[in-house]
């Protein structure tokens, strides 16, 4: 998933059929909990290594695994807002 605005997000999930709803938020987490693995995991090979000389390669990593974070957090923020709106739907 591409670090779409809330606003995007909901906007995809309002359009698509309700039945699909959870295929795309599985969709739009898997994606950034990956990189979250994947940097995680880099982080972990760094801090074997006993010579840490590469700070730099530290923070881009810690701001990826952030920033997957953030995406994943407005995911399943806007699940409760779109469910909130297919409540009131009904």
Known sequence: MSDKTKED????????PPDEFIGNLVHDVRGPL????????LI???LE????????QL???VEIIQRAAGNMRNVL???????RIQRKSR
């Open 9 to 16: 997000l909901l906007a995809t999930y309002l359009k698509a």
């Open 59 to 61: 923070i881009e990593l």
């Open 44 to 46: 972990e090979v760094i």
């Open 77 to 83: 923020e806007i699940a409760v807002e779109y469910d």
């Open 34 to 41: 990956s990189g979250v693995i994947s940097a995680a995991k």
């Open 49 to 56: 290594d006993v010579e840490i000389n590469d700070r730099e």
